[in-house]
C-alpha cells in the first residue's frame, strides 16, 4: 500500500501536465497516501486556475451525454478539460463503473481531455476529503476546467456543491418537472439549468415550468445571477453551445462579483474542517485498535459511564481535551 | 430553545415510565439540549435492559404493517415496547412523516406501548448522536423492547445495525429476490429476515433464493446462528408469532454466546466516538462563526498555505494539536 513517492518529480511531471503524472497523484488521493502532506504543499501555490463545474442530474438524464457534448464544447474554445467522476453514494463499487467510459474517452487520444474516475477505498472522511484533494491536482495540472460529475443521486446533489464554482443541473421531460425539482431541493444548488432530451414531448411545460419556480425563489436583488434554463437534445445536436456560454457567464459573474472567492473560501473552509476531522478520526481509530476505546464502551455498557463522560475521556485521550 | 429542564424530577418520572416524562425527553435528544448531558449521567446505571431491534427493508415492503404485527405479539408476551421511527436519509422532513401514525398508537390507549419517531434538527452529529440517546431514554425507562424502525433505505439499513441488537430485514416477492438482497448488501446486516406479502405469487422462490444465499454466506462455525427466514403474511394473519419467536430467539443466542455484550461495547464505542466528534465538530463552527476558520480557508484559497498546514492551524486551535 505505501510505495514510494519521488514528490519533486511527480509534483513537476503533474504541474507540466503529464498524463501519467496526474493520474499517479490522483491514485495517491485515492489511497490517501502519507505523500499527499507533501505534495499538495508543493501544488497549493498553482492551485486556483481552474472553473470548477458541477454537474448532477437524475440517472437516466442524460449526465454522460451532457458532460462529453460540454467537454467537447469547451474544447472548441480552446480549454483543457478534466473531468473526475464521483460516487459518494457507492462507496464499495468504488470506479470501476466508469472504467468503460475512461477507455474510451483516453482511447480518442485528445491531451486537452483527462478523465478519472475517484474511488474511495473506505479510507477516513471519504470523498470529503479525497475529491477536493483530486480538484486540486487537476487544477495545478493547468486544466481550465475541472467537471465533477456525480454518479449518485440524492445527498450527492448536495455534497457537489460544496465542490464546485458552478452547479449545472440536469433534467429531462416528466423527470424533472419544476415541482419534482422543487421537493428535491434541487432548485436552490443549480446555478444553471439544463433541461435534456428537448426533443421529447413535455419539454416545453418543463421548461416553462422550471423558469417559473426559479422565478418565483428567486429576490431580484441588483447584480444577482439569473439562473437559465437551457433546452438542449443530443438528438437535435441543439443547445450545447448555450450550455458552455451558460457556464462560462457564470464563472464571469462570479469573478465580477466577488462570489467566486467568497464559494472558494467556504470551499476551502470545508476542505480544511474535513481534512482535520479525518485526522481526529484516525486517532480514534488509533485507540480503537489499541483496546483503549473499547475498554472505554465497555464501561458504559456496564452504566458505569454515561457516554458524554466516556466521550470527554475520549477527547483527553486523543490531546483534545477541554484543559 | 433553551428551556429549563428540572433534571431530578425529568428523571425520576422517566425511569417510572411516564410518557409525558419520556416524551419530553426524547425532546430533549432532538434538541441537544444542554441538560442531556446530566439527565444522561443519572440514566447511564438504569440502562442495559431493553432488547433494542432494528427493522428495516425497501419503501413498500410492509414495515408499518410489520412492526405494528410485532408490537402486537410482544404485547400478548406482556412486553412492554417502545416504537422508535428514525429517518436518516430525509434530514429535513424530520419527524413529522410519522405524525398520523403515532397519533393513531397513542389513541389506543395501551401503556406498554409507546411509539415516536426521532427528528434531527441539523444539529450536530445528527442521528449517530440522537439515536443511540433516544434508544437509551426508552431503555431506562423500563420497556423490555426498543424497536428502531427506519423509515428510509440504503444507508440507513446500514446505519441502524449500529444501534439494534438484532436486524430484521423484511423483503417481499418481486422485490426481494436474494439476488437483489445480496446486491444490496442486505444479506449481511440481517439477523432476522421475513418475506412479508407470502400470498403474493413468487413468495416460495424468494424465499428459496433467500435461504440459499444465506447458507452460501455462511460458515458453519459452532454457535453459529442459523439466520432464519420467516414467512408473513398480513392478509392471512400468518408469520407474526413466527417472527416474534425469531427476534426472542436471537436474543437469547446473542446473551448465552456472549455476542450481545460484544455487539453493545461496539455500539457503545461508536456512540461515544460520535458524541466526541460531534463536540469537535462544535469548536470547529464555532471558529466558523469567529471568523478563524475563513480566514485560514482565505489563505488556502491564495495558495499561501496547503490544506493539510490548514488543518494542523485548525486543529491547535480547537486544542487538538499534536503535540
Redesign the interface.
Known amino acids: 500500500m505505501i510505495r514510494h513517492v519521488d514528490v519533486p518529480v511527480l509534483v513537476e511531471q503533474t504541474r507540466a501536465g503529464m498524463p501519467r503524472a496526474i493520474g499517479r497523484a490522483v491514485s495517491l488521493v485515492d489511497d490517501q497516501h502519507p505523500a499527499?502532506?507533501e505534495i499538495?504543499?508543493a501544488?497549493?501555490?498553482?492551485?486556483?486556475g481552474a472553473h470548477v463545474i458541477g454537474i448532477t442530474g437524475a440517472p437516466g438524464v442524460g449526465k454522460s451525454t451532457t458532460t462529453n457534448s460540454i467537454v467537447a464544447a469547451l474544447r472548441r474554445r480552446e480549454k483543457r478539460v478534466a473531468v473526475l467522476a464521483v460516487d459518494p453514494?457507492s462507496p464499495?463499487s468504488g470506479g470501476a463503473l466508469l472504467g468503460d467510459r475512461i477507455r474510451m474517452e483516453e482511447a480518442a487520444g485528445d491531451p486537452g481531455v483527462y478523465v478519472r474516475s475517484l474511488a474511495t477505498r473506505g479510507h477516513l472522511g471519504g470523498l470529503s476529503v479525497s475529491a477536493?484533494?483530486a480538484i486540486?491536482v487537476l487544477d495545478a495540472a493547468g486544466f481550465d476546467v475541472v467537471i465533477v460529475e456525480t454518479v449518485g443521486v440524492?445527498q450527492s446533489e448536495v455534497d457537489i456543491v460544496r465542490l464546485a464554482d458552478t452547479t449545472l443541473v440536469l433534467l429531462a421531460p416528466g423527470m424533472g418537472d419544476g415541482i419534482q425539482a422543487a421537493k428535491a431541493?434541487i432548485l436552490e444548488i443549480g446555478d444553471v439549468f439544463v433541461v435534456n432530451k428537448a426533443d421529447r414531448a413535455g419539454a416545453d411545460a418543463t421548461v416553462r415550468d422550471l423558469r417559473h419556480m426559479i422565478q418565483m425563489g428567486e429576490g431580484t436583488a441588483p447584480g444577482g445571477w439569473r439562473r437559465p434554463v437551457v433546452r438542449a437534445s443530443a438528438l437535435e445536436g441543439t443547445g450545447v453551445e448555450e450550455t458552455a456560454d451558460a457556464v462560462t457567464g457564470h464563472l464571469e459573474w462570479l469573478a465580477r462579483t466577488g462570489t467566486l472567492?467568497r464559494r472558494?473560501?467556504?470551499?476551502?473552509?470545508d476542505?480544511?474542517?474535513g481534512?482535520?476531522?479525518a485526522?481526529?478520526?484516525a486517532r480514534?481509530g488509533d485507540l480503537?485498535a489499541a483496546g483503549s476505546?473499547?475498554a472505554?464502551?465497555?464501561r458504559?455498557?456496564?452504566?458505569?459511564?454515561?457516554?458524554?463522560?466516556?466521550?470527554d475521556e475520549?477527547?483527553a485521550s486523543?490531546?483534545?481535551?477541554?484543559?
Chains 1, 2 share one sequence.
Open positions: 499527499l502532506r499538495m504543499a501544488l497549493a501555490a498553482h492551485t486556483g453514494s464499495f477536493p484533494q486540486r440524492g431541493g472567492r472558494r473560501t467556504k470551499r476551502a473552509g476542505e480544511v474542517s481534512l482535520a476531522l485526522q481526529l478520526r480514534i480503537d476505546l473499547p472505554l464502551a465497555a458504559v455498557v456496564d452504566g458505569a459511564l454515561d457516554p458524554y463522560a466516556a466521550a475520549l477527547l486523543i490531546g483534545a481535551g477541554t484543559g
